[in-house]
């Protein structure tokens, strides 16, 4: 009897596996704990460009913030006392229109294994309020929470499956296209729009975009190999298009690099930002008057 236990036990568990991985991405082979030896560092990249707001051309900031950390994975929080980990990307990106500064924030979080996101969280804050957005991973689906100051998204819950195709976060972009290895010259996709924005249902930085709910919706990306002028110096780059409806994103990636660093982003919408400085640093050690990163 007890035999037969087991063995039922040792099913149910098998199936749970099987339902709970049915829709986990593979994008990648690389062990990320080994690839992104950055002994205990987090990534520190720091960009300067120009974003669109009120149909005008802003001066931009954007800083990218990537580390291990230890995750619990049922609360899906950071935990000093798990032995299992997460990646964590913090987005960073501050602007100025006019007298009053934006500042707008995504948090991250892929499983390392599989670049599997468990977890996105925005914060959008500037003088005219402030938006708060949580997508987070369960029982196969994902459910879009969130609270802004638009009397047409005051609070409420969306909620998705899994796509059953190749799917990406629009925000994740910048962090996941370093490490796809899957060879493609040209793959249909499915993409869910822009997190980072103080509105639920408008896709871009800008204020005159198409009020829609936020849903994924067909893209393509197009992967291609080739040599660009970047700082006055020829950078053999990995260059991937997202196009999507009438809109196209261009990302290219050091492809000499170590760990394949994002260089430059042009925006459909016009702007863009380019890479200024990266730096490697416990950067929450760095916390006195007159601290730097390396």
């Known amino acids: 009897m007890k035999i037969i236990i087991l063995f039922i036990l040792i099913l149910i568990g098998c199936f749970h596996t099987t339902t709970q991985n049915a829709h986990i991405r593979t994008i990648t082979n690389l062990n990320l704990f080994q690839y992104l030896n950055w002994e205990g560092k987090a990534e ?22 990537t580390v291990f950390e230890p995750f619990d994975y049922n609360l899906l929080v950071k935990s000093e006392q798990s032995n299992n980990y997460i990646i964590k990307q913090n987005q960073v990106l501050t602007f100025q229109t006019g007298v009053y500064p934006y500042r707008q924030m995504n948090s991250l979080f892929w499983n390392p294994s599989n670049l599997f996101l468990m977890k996105g969280v925005m914060t959008s804050q500037e003088w005219c309020g402030q938006s708060f957005k949580q997508v987070i991973y369960k029982n196969n689906n994902f459910y879009l929470k969130f609270h802004t100051y638009w009397e047409d998204a005051v609070e409420g819950e969306f909620k998705y ?13 910048p962090f996941i296209l370093r ?37 994924f919706k067909k893209a393509l990306l197009i992967k291609q190999k080739e040599k660009i002028r ?36 042009e925006r459909n919408d016009g702007g863009f930002f380019e890479l200024e400085s990266i730096s490697y640093a416990k950067y929450w050690e760095l916390n006195r008057i007159g601290d730097t990163l390396p």
């Open 44 to 65: 520190i990249a720091q960009y300067k460009g120009k974003v669109k707001r009120y149909h005008q051309f802003r001066d931009a900031h954007l800083a990218l913030i």
């Open 161 to 173: 499956k899994i796509p059953n195709k190749m799917y990406f976060f629009y925000d994740e972009l």
């Open 179 to 215: 490490f796809l290895t899957i060879d493609f010259d040209t793959k249909e996709i499915q993409l869910f729009p822009l997190l980072m924005s103080s509105r639920v249902n408008q896709t871009g930085w800008d204020i005159d975009e198409v009020i829609r709910n936020p849903d």
């Open 230 to 265: 970047f700082k006055n110096r020829s950078v053999e780059v990995s260059k991937y298009i997202l196009e999507i409806e009438d809109k196209k994103d261009t990302f290219y990636f050091d492809f000499n690099h170590p760990y394949n660093i994002l260089i430059k982003w």
